[in-house]
Structures are given as C-alpha cells and as structure tokens.
Nanobody, 122 residues
Framework: VQLQASGGGLVQAGGSLSLSCAAS????????MNWFRQVPGMEREFVAS????????YYADSVKGRTTISRDNAKETVYLQMNSLTPEDTAVYYC????????????????WGQGTLVTVSS
C-alpha cells in the first residue's frame, strides 16, 4: 500500500492541526494504521494507532487527551486531529500501515508515508 501524508504546517502554541494520510494500492480496510513522529537526531516516536475497524485506538501518553485518530475506510484515509499543540509537538509526522493487529512499534510497519512537517511556535 502507498501512503501520502498531508496537512502539516506552522501553527502557534495552543492551536490545532489536522493531518491526513491517503492510502492507495491496497485493501485499506485490512490495515491497522499508525501515526509516528520524529525530531531530527531522535528516534521515531509512536503517536497513535487505530485498528482496521476503527474500534481500537491507542495514544502515546504525550498526546493523550488532546489528539484523536480516526479513519474513513471508504475514503481510504486516516486522520490525526491534534489540539492544544505545544512546541514539543514539533516534528515530522509519518503515517504507517500494517496488516493485522495494532502495534506501537515502528519496526512492525512495512509501509510508510513520506512525512509531513508540523512546526509549533511558542
């Protein structure tokens, strides 16, 4: 499956941003989907995951309560709505897909989008 992430940009602290990841070339509804983020020089960090049905969701503690992951299988798209952003949320955000059960581990994902940069100014 090919993934195309979009929606990144510059936002002020306290603001909101919605990321999208469009999939193609696979049976989207059979994939668990994740968002990860990475700051240069740091390891890729788990942000959120959603099962293929959308019934199971997990969030990193750092974003829990202010972030929502969702998906629309008919549109083959997964979303990440982030609110109350802080400068610590600044990173390149990647979507990723894997067949089967949800996972928080980047090494379990074989399909990745190109990343979209989110910059939060103070």
């Amino acid at each position: 499956v090919q993934l195309q992430a979009s929606g990144g940009g510059l936002v002020q602290a306290g603001g909101s941003l919605s990321l999208s990841c469009a999939a193609s070339g696979g049976t989207f509804s059979s994939y668990s989907m994740n968002w990860f983020r990475q700051v240069p020089g740091m390891e890729r960090e788990f942000v959120a995951s959603i099962s293929w049905t959308g019934g199971t969701k997990y969030y990193a503690d750092s974003v829990k309560g202010r972030t929502t992951i969702s998906r629309d299988n008919a549109k083959e798209t997964v979303y990440l709505q982030m609110n109350s952003l802080t400068p610590e949320d600044t990173a390149v955000y990647y979507c990723a897909a894997r067949r089967g059960l949800v996972s928080k581990r980047a090494e379990d994902f074989g399909s990745w989008g190109q990343g979209t940069l989110v910059t939060v100014s103070s």
